[in-house]
C-alpha cells in the first residue's frame, strides 16, 4: 500500500487582489473587447478575492515580453516554488531530502532541459541516485495524475518515499495583444503557485504523528473528439490559452457517470464519498461539479475557500485543497474523491481514504 504522507505549498510574493486585476483589465481591453462592460462581470463573478503572481502587476502593462523571457522566469520561479513547497512537505514528515527515491515533476506554463526535477534534486540536497519523472502538458489535471503516478511508484517499490511537486506560473502566459474573450478569462482567475506531496509505505506512514491518507486506486478518462475544448496554442511571444465555453455543461453533463464507472471497479457507489477534492477552475466549473455531483455548497467548502484565497493555479490547485483536507479531521475508513479536469479533453481522478495507525 502507498499513503499520502504530507503536503506542502509555496506563493510568490506578488499579492493582486481581484479588484486590482479588474482595474487593468478594464483598462486594457478598453474598447479591444466586443461587450466589455458585460464581460467585466467575470472578474466579480469569479469568487476569487485575490491572487498570487511571480512578476509585479506592472509588468503586465507591457507588449515587449519574448517567449525566452516569460521561459527564463518560469525556470527560476518554477525552482524556487519547488523547492519552497518541497522543503516544507518535506518538513511535516519529519522526513529528509536524501530518503526520497522518486520525484515526480508536473508543470505546464513553460520548458526546462535539464527538467525543473533534476535542479530540485541538486537544491534540495537529493540523492544523485534518485528515479525522476518529469510531466508536461496535463494543465490542471497535473495534479492528480502526479499523485497517482508517485503514489503507484510506492506500490511497486514498498519501501520507497516519493516526491510529487507541481508548479505553475499561469500569470506570465497572459499575451498584451490579444484581445478575445478567453484571455479576458484568463486574466480574472489565472494565478502562480507551488505544491508537493510525499507519498511513501506504511513503514514511512506509521512514523508520522498526524493523519495520513491511504491511496486506494486512480482513474484516467480522456473524452473523445475534445481537443479543442482546452489547452494552449503556441505563438511567437509564448503559450497562448485555449478555453472552450462548454467546459462547465461537459463537466455537468460528463463527469457523473465516468465517476460513477470509476468507483464501481472499486465496489463503491457515489454515496461511499464523503469527502470531495476537486480543482478549482472557476466558480463556473464549481457549480457544475455540485450539479453532476448533487454536491451542496458545504461539499465545495474547500476548493471555494482555495479559489478564493488563491485563483486558479492550474495542476498545484487541487493539491492546495487536499492540504485543507489532510489538516482537517477524518475519521478513518472516509473515502476522498480527488479529481481534475485537463487538456485533451481530459479528466484525472484519484481514490484515497482516511487512516490511522
Not at 478567453?182 to 486574466?187: E, Q, R
Amino acid at each position: 500500500m502507498s499513503y499520502v504522507l504530507s503536503v506542502g505549498t509555496a506563493l510568490p510574493e506578488h499579492r493582486v487582489t481581484q479588484q486590482q486585476a479588474a482595474q487593468f483589465a478594464l483598462e486594457h481591453f478598453n474598447g479591444r473587447l466586443a461587450h466589455q462592460g458585460q464581460l467585466m462581470a467575470i472578474f466579480e463573478n469569479a469568487r476569487i478575492a485575490q491572487r498570487h503572481f511571480v512578476v509585479p502587476l506592472s509588468w503586465f502593462a507591457s507588449p515587449d515580453h519574448s517567449w525566452k523571457e516569460r521561459n527564463d522566469l518560469y525556470i527560476a520561479s518554477a525552482e524556487a516554488l519547488g523547492c519552497a513547497a518541497a522543503r516544507q512537505a518535506l518538513e511535516r514528515a519529519a522526513v529528509l531530502p536524501e530518503d526520497v527515491d522518486f520525484i515526480v515533476f508536473v508543470s505546464t506554463t513553460g520548458l526546462a532541459t535539464p527538467s525543473i526535477d533534476a535542479r530540485l534534486i541538486a537544491r534540495l540536497g537529493m540523492r544523485q541516485t534518485t528515479k525522476r519523472l518529469p510531466i508536461w502538458g496535463l494543465g490542471c489535471a497535473g495534479g492528480v495524475a502526479g499523485l497517482a503516478r508517485a503514489a503507484e511508484h510506492v506500490r511497486a517499490f514498498p519501501n520507497a518515499l516519493a516526491l510529487l511537486v507541481a508548479v505553475e506560473t499561469c500569470s506570465i502566459t497572459f499575451q498584451f495583444h490579444d484581445y478575445s474573450k478567453k484571455n479576458l478569462v484568463a486574466t480574472a482567475i489565472f494565478a502562480d503557485g507551488a505544491a508537493a506531496v510525499l507519498i511513501g509505505g506504511e513503514r514511512w506512514a506509521r512514523r508520522c504523528s498526524h493523519q495520513v491518507m491511504r491511496y486506494v486506486a486512480a482513474h484516467s478518462h480522456l473524452f473523445p473528439h475534445s481537443e479543442h475544448v482546452m489547452g494552449w496554442d503556441v505563438v511567437d511571444t509564448g503559450l497562448s490559452v485555449v478555453f472552450a465555453p462548454e467546459i462547465p455543461a461537459r463537466i455537468a453533463r460528463d463527469m457523473r457517470p465516468v465517476v460513477a464507472s470509476f468507483l464501481a471497479e472499486q465496489g463503491l457507489k457515489l454515496a461511499d464519498v464523503a469527502r470531495y477534492v476537486l480543482h478549482p477552475g472557476g466558480a463556473r466549473v464549481l457549480d457544475a461539479y455540485a450539479e453532476a455531483f448533487r454536491l451542496a455548497d458545504d461539499d465545495l467548502r474547500d476548493a471555494s475557500d482555495v479559489l478564493r484565497a488563491h485563483g486558479n493555479m492550474s495542476s498545484p490547485t487541487v493539491l492546495f485543497v487536499l492540504q485543507r483536507v489532510m489538516q482537517a479531521e477524518l475519521p478513518p475508513g472516509q473515502y476522498v474523491l480527488t479529481g481534475a479536469l485537463g487538456p485533451g479533453f481530459s479528466a484525472e481522478l484519484a481514490l484515497l481514504q482516511g487512516c490511522a495507525f
